[in-house]
Structures are given as C-alpha cells and as structure tokens.
C-alpha cells in the first residue's frame, strides 16, 4: 500500500513538473522578447504586398489587412464580430468557404507575428520534450496542441517550438498545418521596445515526405531541407 502511495506521489510530481516547466519557458521567452507590450497596442506593418493594423484592447481585437490586385482595394476586417472583405469600399457576400480562407490567411499571419505571446492563448496545450541539440546550441523541445478552438486555425494542428537554454529566444519553430514546415530565425528588429523576428521557411526534402514534422530537426540538422520562403516584416510601428 505504501509503495502504490509513493508511486502516484511520484506520478503527480512528474505531471506537475511537466505541466509548469513548458510554461515557465514560454514566459521567459515572452520577457526575453518583451511582448506583454503588444497586450493593449496598436500594431502596423507591412508584410510582402500588403499593410496590416493589429489592434488589441483588453478581450477586443481587430486585425486589418489592405492591399490591390486585379480586382481593385481590398480591406480585410477580423474582429470579435467575425471577418468581412470590402472591395472599392463595397462589402462583399462571401461564401463561408472563402470568408474562412479569407479569415484564417489573415490570422495565421498575425498569430506568427505575436509568437512567442500567442502560446499563452487560453486553448493552448503545452507539453515540454526535453532538451536536445542543434548545431552546437542547446533547446528546450516544446510541442503545442491545442483545444477545441480556431486560434490559429483547425484544432487538431500540432506545433513545434525550440527555445534556447540561455536566453530563452525561440529560435526556431515547425508545423503541418498548409505543409510540413520548419522555420529558422533570419534576423530580428526591434519596435517599440519589442523584438521581432524574420525567418527562412524550409519544406520537406524531395526525397522524404515520410518524416513527420517533429523530427525536422534532425532533418535541418543535417541540411537536408529545402529552403521555400523567407518571411520578412517591414516599416513596423507599435502605438
């Protein structure tokens, strides 16, 4: 009897610690990169060809993006009251299969952005992996799911975070979500006292499509993935 009562002593230990481990380094990334800034701002940059304003205001949120193409001005809207298109200033009637592709490639790009402070997200499922090895640096290994929730698209997306030991930087991060992806940190700039990242986009190799995505690291370690994209903000400003 007293054995079984040590044995679920030590179990309840062990879930507690690897409960409050994952968290304690998400918040230190959070500080290291000083996003609890971007809790009640107003956020503009530009992102490839088009503009967007990030607002956040205690439970309120708008995020907005502009930008032309063929058809004219286009001004996404997603707040707490869902999303909209407007076209020359003309509200379109979308279809609910393209207000959600509409809405969840304007969200992905904003919950990129406000990485590491989205993993702190209400629906966010921390697990930590240990601590393992990258080109002669050493990372926290964290997998993210999430819970029934479209915080940053369909719930059953499973994601990847490597942290430095040192200083807590997320260095790299990787997905499924759209293709398997793994991203490398290309450089940072800071705005309004916040650091924010770039980063080169890797895919697949062509010759294994087998891999799942939380090995990418030892695939990047051994230079085996294929460069896809690099992901680079400009003429940020924080308000």
């Known amino acids: 009897m007293k054995r079984l009562i040590f044995l679920v002593f030590l179990a309840f230990i062990y879930s507690s610690c690897n409960e409050s481990k994952p968290q304690e380094i998400v918040d230190k990334s959070i500080a290291f990169y000083k996003m609890d800034k971007l809790k009640n701002a107003t956020l503009e940059f530009r992102f490839r060809t088009s503009t967007f304003k990030i607002m956040h205001d205690g439970g309120q949120y708008k995020y907005e993006r502009f930008f032309t193409d063929s058809t004219g001005n286009i001004h996404d809207v997603l707040s707490n009251d869902g999303f909209k298109r407007t076209l020359n200033g003309k509200e379109l009637n979308l279809d609910q299969l393209d207000s959600d592709k509409f809405r ?24 930590y992996l240990g601590e393992i090895q990258i080109r002669d640096k050493r990372y926290h290994k964290i997998e993210i799911s999430f819970e029934d929730s479209k915080e940053a698209g369909d ?19 990787a997905y499924s979500s759209g293709g ?60």
């Open 155 to 173: 719930h059953s997306d499973v994601y990847y975070y490597w942290f430095d030991t040192e200083d807590y930087s997320m260095d790299h991060f």
């Open 180 to 239: 398997n992806r793994f991203r490398e940190v290309l450089r940072s700039q800071e705005a309004g006292g916040v650091i924010f990242q770039d980063y080169i986009n890797y895919q697949m190799p062509l010759d294994d499509s087998t891999t799942t995505v939380d090995k990418y690291d030892s695939l990047y370690e051994a230079g085996r993935l294929r460069v896809l994209s690099q992901i680079e903000l400009r003429d940020i400003i924080l308000k």
């Open 104 to 127: 969840q490639s304007l969200n992905a790009v904003v919950y990129f952005l406000y990485l590491p402070l989205k993993l702190n997200d209400p629906s966010v499922v921390k697990k």
